[in-house]
């Protein structure tokens, strides 16, 4: 299994401002990933995070916006990027370790933009 | 949108009784997983079902999956109010990416 943690868990930010959101594993994994939870929706699958590559975005996101780092095989940021209140969501880090297929989620980050 | 289904999309049951969720999806898959969000917080694993197994069991939850009609479902037996949460299943393509069903949100009143 592995172990995830977040922060900040939660934030309140002015529209135009970025903030960035740090995800720590207690182990080295394989594949980073982070959410989107848009209020009362689903999980959205944001990007991969590769580790000493540039991260893997799914339709509807862009670099600009979403800027990852994955300096290593424990650690990422995401960075939300001249926010706005649309982007009022929680973000979730996900990790999948070595040698499984099950991904485990940290607690998430609480956004809102006012 | 890829995104899977639930169904019921709200599901309120006594203490005690059981509680059935339904997850179809639309493309082949490697696995689904089950999990558990309770007030928007993080998601909890439940279970993981492989493509070649019908049906899984973990404590009070059972799990089967339906390859040929692309559906699963997760019963709770004998909820308890500390189940009340919402559930989403996930199915992992073989891409390593999950996609999201939309959620059940389960109520167990004492």
């Known amino acids: 299994s592995a172990v995830i943690s977040q922060k900040p868990s939660r934030d309140i930010c002015q529209r135009g401002t970025s903030l960035t959101i740090q995800c720590q594993v207690d182990s080295q994994v394989t594949m980073m990933f982070w959410y989107r939870q848009q209020p009362g929706q689903s999980l959205t699958l944001i990007a991969t995070?590769?580790?000493?590559?540039?991260?893997?975005?799914e339709s509807g996101f862009v670099i600009d916006k979403f800027p990852i780092s994955r300096p290593n095989l424990t650690f990422s940021t995401l960075t939300v990027s001249n926010m706005s209140p649309e982007d009022s969501s929680i973000y979730l880090c996900?990790?999948?370790?070595?040698?499984?297929?099950?991904?485990?989620f940290g607690p998430g980050t609480r956004l809102t933009v006012l | 949108s890829q995104q899977g289904e639930e169904d019921p999309q709200a599901l309120s049951i006594q203490e005690g009784e059981n509680a059935t969720m339904n997850c179809s999806y639309k493309t082949s898959i490697n696995n689904l997983q089950w999990y558990r969000q309770n007030s928007g917080r993080g998601l909890v694993h439940l279970i993981l079902?492989?493509?070649?197994?019908r049906e899984k069991h973990s404590g009070r939850l059972r799990v089967t999956l339906d390859t040929s009609k692309k559906s699963s479902s997760l019963l709770i037996t004998a909820s308890r109010a500390a189940d009340t949460a919402s559930y989403f299943c996930?199915?992992?393509?073989?891409?390593?990416?999950?996609?999201f069903g939309t959620g059940t949100r389960l109520q167990v009143f004492p």
């Open positions: 995070a590769n580790q000493g590559s540039e991260a893997t975005y």
């Open positions: 996900s990790a999948r370790p070595r040698l499984t297929d099950t991904q485990y």
């Open positions: 996930a199915t992992d393509d073989n891409t390593d990416k999950l996609i």
């Open positions: 079902i492989r493509s070649n197994e």
